[in-house]
Antibody, heavy 122, light 111 residues
Framework: EVQLVESGGDLVQPGRSLRLSCAAS????????MHWVRQAPGKGLEWVAG????????AYADSVRGRFTISRDNAKNFLFLEMNSLRAEDTALYYC???????????????WGQGTLVTVSS | QSALTQPPSASGSPGQSVTISCTGT?????????VSWYQQHPGKAPKLIIY???KRPSGVPDRFSGSKSGNTASLTVSGLQAEDEADYYC???????????FGGGTKLTVL
Protein backbone atom coordinates (compact mmCIF):
# COMPACT_ATOMS: atom_id res chain seq x y z
CA GLU A 1 0.00 0.00 0.00
CA VAL A 2 1.30 3.44 -0.95
CA GLN A 3 2.00 5.61 2.08
CA LEU A 4 3.05 9.25 1.95
CA VAL A 5 3.61 10.99 5.28
CA GLU A 6 4.36 14.70 5.28
CA SER A 7 6.00 16.61 8.10
CA GLY A 8 7.57 19.98 8.79
CA GLY A 9 4.54 22.25 8.61
CA ASP A 10 4.51 25.07 11.16
CA LEU A 11 3.53 28.64 11.96
CA VAL A 12 6.21 30.96 10.59
CA GLN A 13 6.63 34.69 10.12
CA PRO A 14 6.64 36.28 6.66
CA GLY A 15 10.08 36.23 5.08
CA ARG A 16 11.23 33.18 7.00
CA SER A 17 12.05 29.69 5.69
CA LEU A 18 10.66 26.20 6.22
CA ARG A 19 11.52 22.72 4.98
CA LEU A 20 8.84 20.12 4.36
CA SER A 21 9.58 16.40 4.21
CA CYS A 22 7.63 13.46 2.87
CA ALA A 23 8.42 9.86 3.80
CA ALA A 24 7.35 7.46 1.06
CA SER A 25 6.75 3.72 1.27
CA UNK A 26 4.84 0.90 -0.39
CA UNK A 27 6.01 1.55 -3.96
CA UNK A 28 9.16 1.93 -6.05
CA UNK A 29 10.01 5.47 -5.01
CA UNK A 30 13.00 5.74 -7.32
CA UNK A 31 10.80 4.90 -10.34
CA UNK A 32 8.20 7.58 -9.56
CA UNK A 33 8.04 11.29 -10.24
CA MET A 34 6.73 13.24 -7.25
CA HIS A 35 4.93 16.51 -6.71
CA TRP A 36 3.85 18.99 -4.06
CA VAL A 37 0.30 20.30 -4.30
CA ARG A 38 -1.15 22.81 -1.86
CA GLN A 39 -4.61 23.88 -0.77
CA ALA A 40 -5.23 27.14 1.04
CA PRO A 41 -7.92 26.95 3.75
CA GLY A 42 -11.33 26.69 2.10
CA LYS A 43 -9.82 27.09 -1.37
CA GLY A 44 -8.93 24.97 -4.36
CA LEU A 45 -5.89 22.92 -5.30
CA GLU A 46 -2.68 24.43 -6.64
CA TRP A 47 0.19 22.42 -8.08
CA VAL A 48 3.42 23.76 -6.55
CA ALA A 49 6.35 21.75 -7.89
CA GLY A 50 7.31 18.45 -9.46
CA UNK A 51 10.46 16.35 -9.81
CA UNK A 52 11.22 13.39 -12.05
CA UNK A 53 12.27 10.01 -10.61
CA UNK A 54 15.95 10.78 -11.24
CA UNK A 55 15.80 14.54 -10.41
CA UNK A 56 16.69 15.38 -14.03
CA UNK A 57 13.47 17.29 -14.64
CA UNK A 58 12.07 19.82 -12.19
CA ALA A 59 9.32 22.40 -12.58
CA TYR A 60 7.64 25.02 -10.40
CA ALA A 61 4.46 27.04 -10.41
CA ASP A 62 5.01 30.70 -11.27
CA SER A 63 3.86 31.66 -7.78
CA VAL A 64 6.80 29.88 -6.08
CA ARG A 65 9.55 29.81 -8.71
CA GLY A 66 12.74 31.31 -7.29
CA ARG A 67 11.59 30.88 -3.67
CA PHE A 68 10.88 27.14 -3.35
CA THR A 69 13.15 24.19 -4.14
CA ILE A 70 11.98 20.61 -4.59
CA SER A 71 14.42 17.74 -4.09
CA ARG A 72 14.45 14.04 -3.29
CA ASP A 73 16.62 11.38 -1.66
CA ASN A 74 16.03 8.08 -3.45
CA ALA A 75 18.30 6.19 -1.06
CA LYS A 76 16.04 7.10 1.87
CA ASN A 77 12.71 7.41 0.03
CA PHE A 78 12.17 11.04 0.95
CA LEU A 79 10.80 14.05 -0.91
CA PHE A 80 11.52 17.59 0.26
CA LEU A 81 10.31 21.13 -0.31
CA GLU A 82 12.56 23.98 0.80
CA MET A 83 10.49 27.15 1.13
CA ASN A 84 12.18 30.54 1.41
CA SER A 85 10.88 34.11 1.61
CA LEU A 86 7.51 32.85 2.76
CA ARG A 87 4.45 35.04 2.24
CA ALA A 88 0.99 35.07 3.77
CA GLU A 89 -0.40 33.68 0.52
CA ASP A 90 1.75 30.54 0.96
CA THR A 91 -0.49 29.54 3.88
CA ALA A 92 -1.93 26.18 2.93
CA LEU A 93 -2.09 22.46 3.50
CA TYR A 94 0.80 20.99 1.52
CA TYR A 95 0.26 17.54 0.02
CA CYS A 96 3.01 15.16 -1.05
CA UNK A 97 1.78 13.44 -4.21
CA UNK A 98 2.96 10.45 -6.22
CA UNK A 99 2.91 10.65 -10.00
CA UNK A 100 0.81 8.05 -11.84
CA UNK A 101 3.57 7.02 -14.22
CA UNK A 102 6.63 4.79 -13.84
CA UNK A 103 9.90 6.20 -15.21
CA UNK A 104 7.86 8.94 -16.89
CA UNK A 105 6.40 12.20 -15.65
CA UNK A 106 2.71 11.71 -16.40
CA UNK A 107 1.54 14.79 -14.47
CA UNK A 108 -1.35 12.77 -13.06
CA UNK A 109 -1.51 12.67 -9.28
CA UNK A 110 -2.55 9.22 -8.16
CA UNK A 111 -1.62 8.94 -4.47
CA TRP A 112 -1.77 11.71 -1.90
CA GLY A 113 -0.57 12.10 1.65
CA GLN A 114 -2.75 13.68 4.33
CA GLY A 115 -0.89 16.97 4.14
CA THR A 116 1.11 19.20 6.47
CA LEU A 117 -0.15 22.68 7.38
CA VAL A 118 2.00 25.74 6.75
CA THR A 119 0.79 29.00 8.24
CA VAL A 120 2.60 32.23 7.41
CA SER A 121 1.64 35.02 9.75
CA SER A 122 3.24 37.62 11.99
CA GLN B 1 -1.00 31.40 -16.01
CA SER B 2 -4.65 31.54 -14.87
CA ALA B 3 -6.47 28.61 -13.37
CA LEU B 4 -8.82 26.59 -15.52
CA THR B 5 -12.46 27.69 -15.29
CA GLN B 6 -15.04 25.44 -13.65
CA PRO B 7 -18.58 26.26 -12.49
CA PRO B 8 -18.55 26.69 -8.71
CA SER B 9 -21.47 24.34 -8.22
CA ALA B 10 -23.49 21.59 -9.86
CA SER B 11 -26.31 19.39 -8.68
CA GLY B 12 -28.51 16.48 -9.59
CA SER B 13 -30.88 13.95 -8.11
CA PRO B 14 -29.94 10.34 -7.40
CA GLY B 15 -29.87 8.34 -10.61
CA GLN B 16 -29.51 11.38 -12.83
CA SER B 17 -26.44 12.46 -14.80
CA VAL B 18 -24.51 15.66 -14.32
CA THR B 19 -21.71 17.17 -16.41
CA ILE B 20 -19.03 19.51 -15.09
CA SER B 21 -17.10 21.65 -17.54
CA CYS B 22 -13.48 22.78 -17.39
CA THR B 23 -12.44 25.54 -19.75
CA GLY B 24 -8.84 26.38 -20.51
CA THR B 25 -6.95 27.88 -23.42
CA UNK B 26 -4.96 26.86 -26.46
CA UNK B 27 -1.85 26.59 -24.26
CA UNK B 28 -3.23 23.99 -21.85
CA UNK B 29 -6.47 21.99 -22.33
CA UNK B 30 -6.60 22.83 -26.03
CA UNK B 31 -3.00 21.85 -26.68
CA UNK B 32 -2.60 18.62 -24.72
CA UNK B 33 -4.59 15.49 -23.93
CA UNK B 34 -3.11 15.46 -20.41
CA VAL B 35 -6.36 16.28 -18.64
CA SER B 36 -7.25 14.69 -15.32
CA TRP B 37 -10.05 14.95 -12.77
CA TYR B 38 -9.98 14.62 -8.98
CA GLN B 39 -12.68 13.99 -6.40
CA GLN B 40 -12.28 15.43 -2.91
CA HIS B 41 -14.59 14.70 -0.01
CA PRO B 42 -14.57 17.14 2.95
CA GLY B 43 -11.51 16.74 5.12
CA LYS B 44 -9.98 14.14 2.79
CA ALA B 45 -7.17 14.12 0.28
CA PRO B 46 -8.13 14.28 -3.40
CA LYS B 47 -8.53 11.10 -5.45
CA LEU B 48 -7.67 10.64 -9.13
CA ILE B 49 -10.79 9.56 -11.04
CA ILE B 50 -9.97 10.37 -14.69
CA TYR B 51 -6.64 10.72 -16.49
CA UNK B 52 -5.62 11.33 -20.09
CA UNK B 53 -9.02 12.94 -20.77
CA UNK B 54 -11.15 9.80 -20.53
CA LYS B 55 -9.31 6.93 -18.83
CA ARG B 56 -10.29 5.59 -15.42
CA PRO B 57 -7.77 4.25 -12.89
CA SER B 58 -8.43 0.81 -11.54
CA GLY B 59 -11.29 0.80 -9.04
CA VAL B 60 -13.06 3.94 -10.30
CA PRO B 61 -16.67 3.15 -11.31
CA ASP B 62 -17.58 3.49 -14.98
CA ARG B 63 -20.26 5.98 -13.92
CA PHE B 64 -17.44 8.52 -14.20
CA SER B 65 -16.44 9.51 -17.72
CA GLY B 66 -14.41 12.26 -19.31
CA SER B 67 -14.24 14.00 -22.66
CA LYS B 68 -12.68 17.00 -24.34
CA SER B 69 -13.59 19.34 -27.18
CA GLY B 70 -11.29 22.16 -28.12
CA ASN B 71 -10.34 24.13 -25.02
CA THR B 72 -13.01 22.55 -22.80
CA ALA B 73 -12.87 19.27 -20.94
CA SER B 74 -15.87 17.70 -19.25
CA LEU B 75 -16.56 15.20 -16.50
CA THR B 76 -19.86 13.33 -16.54
CA VAL B 77 -21.17 11.47 -13.53
CA SER B 78 -23.98 9.09 -14.48
CA GLY B 79 -26.38 7.36 -12.13
CA LEU B 80 -25.66 9.85 -9.35
CA GLN B 81 -25.24 8.37 -5.89
CA ALA B 82 -25.14 10.06 -2.51
CA GLU B 83 -21.44 9.30 -2.14
CA ASP B 84 -20.68 11.29 -5.30
CA GLU B 85 -21.33 14.49 -3.36
CA ALA B 86 -17.88 16.08 -3.24
CA ASP B 87 -15.66 18.73 -4.78
CA TYR B 88 -14.32 17.99 -8.25
CA TYR B 89 -11.19 19.51 -9.76
CA CYS B 90 -9.88 19.34 -13.30
CA UNK B 91 -6.21 19.59 -14.13
CA UNK B 92 -4.20 20.02 -17.32
CA UNK B 93 -0.56 19.90 -18.28
CA UNK B 94 0.41 23.36 -19.54
CA UNK B 95 3.96 23.00 -20.76
CA UNK B 96 7.45 22.22 -19.52
CA UNK B 97 7.25 24.95 -16.89
CA UNK B 98 3.76 24.13 -15.66
CA UNK B 99 3.06 20.48 -15.03
CA UNK B 100 -0.33 20.87 -13.43
CA UNK B 101 -2.83 23.70 -13.87
CA PHE B 102 -5.93 23.12 -11.73
CA GLY B 103 -9.44 24.39 -12.13
CA GLY B 104 -11.07 26.29 -9.30
CA GLY B 105 -13.21 23.30 -8.34
CA THR B 106 -16.90 22.42 -8.55
CA LYS B 107 -19.00 21.45 -5.57
CA LEU B 108 -21.36 18.66 -6.64
CA THR B 109 -24.52 18.33 -4.58
CA VAL B 110 -26.73 15.25 -4.78
CA LEU B 111 -30.24 16.48 -4.05
Amino acid sequence: EVQLVESGGDLVQPGRSLRLSCAASGFMFDDSAMHWVRQAPGKGLEWVAGISWDSHFIAYADSVRGRFTISRDNAKNFLFLEMNSLRAEDTALYYCVKDFGELVVSCYFDSWGQGTLVTVSS
Amino acid sequence: QSALTQPPSASGSPGQSVTISCTGTTTDVGDYDYVSWYQQHPGKAPKLIIYEVNKRPSGVPDRFSGSKSGNTASLTVSGLQAEDEADYYCNSYAGTNNWGLFGGGTKLTVL
